[in-house]
């Protein structure tokens, strides 16, 4: 057990609908990262949020966005959803002052696009 | 172009064997190199992280090992068990400014009873 969570753990939308994915961390943990793994894939890193501001973003367009929250929630949210968005989201948090290796991934949520 | 690359992609061994997974990355400016497994559908665990200036470390019956010279790396597993059964992924911190985390495709492990 990490002490990270995630929901939901499936989702199934349609092309062009939005979607919130949401992320639980343990108290103290106050970075947070979102990756998305494709079927057979390695995770790609989407962005990452320290103090409720996104410090860092890897090559995701603009309609992935995200919120992080004082008591160590976070949320995912992706716009005008496409085929290709269908994979597997992953949220790691780390604690304060730890190096950046020392993340706990949550469970993941499966979303599936129609 | 900084890759990590994973042999074999799939492996399936009977009960007890030892076995090695493979992990190669194209630039050996790393600033370390992780193993994760990944159970299916689930998150990641990490196994053990070598340091760029290590060249392995230990946890059970798993040694990890790292040659940056050669930019290789393998993850040895000692008398395998159907629980050790899941994806095994690589990931490399390339040195730089913005310390980049690249990640292999995994190996998926299926140890039978």
């Known amino acids: 057990e990490t002490g990270v969570t995630q929901s939901p753990t499936h989702l199934i939308k349609t092309r062009g609908q939005q979607v919130t994915l949401r992320c639980s961390s343990q108290?103290?943990?106050?970075?947070v990262s979102w990756y998305q793994q494709a079927l057979g894939q390695g995770p790609q890193f989407i962005f990452q949020y320290y103090r409720e501001e996104e410090n860092g973003r890897g090559n995701f367009p603009p309609r992935f966005s995200g919120l992080q929250f004082p008591n160590y929630s976070s949320e995912l949210n992706v716009n005008a959803l496409e085929l290709d968005d269908s994979a597997l989201y992953l949220c790691?948090?780390?604690?304060?002052?730890?190096?950046?290796?020392?993340?706990?991934f949550g469970p993941g949520t499966r979303l599936t696009v129609l | 172009k900084q890759e990590v690359t994973q042999i074999p992609a799939a492996l399936s061994v009977p009960e007890g064997e030892n076995l090695v997974l493979n992990c190669s990355f194209t630039?050996?400016?790393?600033?370390?190199l992780q193993w994760f497994r990944q159970d299916p559908g689930k998150g990641l665990t990490s196994l053990l992280l070598i340091q760029s200036s290590q060249r392995e470390q230990t946890s059970g019956r798993l040694n990890a090992s790292l040659d940056k010279s050669s930019g290789r790396s393998t993850l040895y597993i000692a008398a395998s068990q159907p629980g050790d059964s899941a994806t095994y992924l690589c990931a490399v911190r390339y040195a730089g400014n913005n310390r980049k985390l690249i990640w292999g495709l995994g190996t998926s492990l299926a140890v039978n009873p």
């Open positions: 108290s103290g943990h106050n970075t």
């Open positions: 790691a948090s780390r604690p304060q002052g730890a190096s950046k290796d020392e993340q706990f």
């Open positions: 630039d050996s400016a790393i600033y370390n």
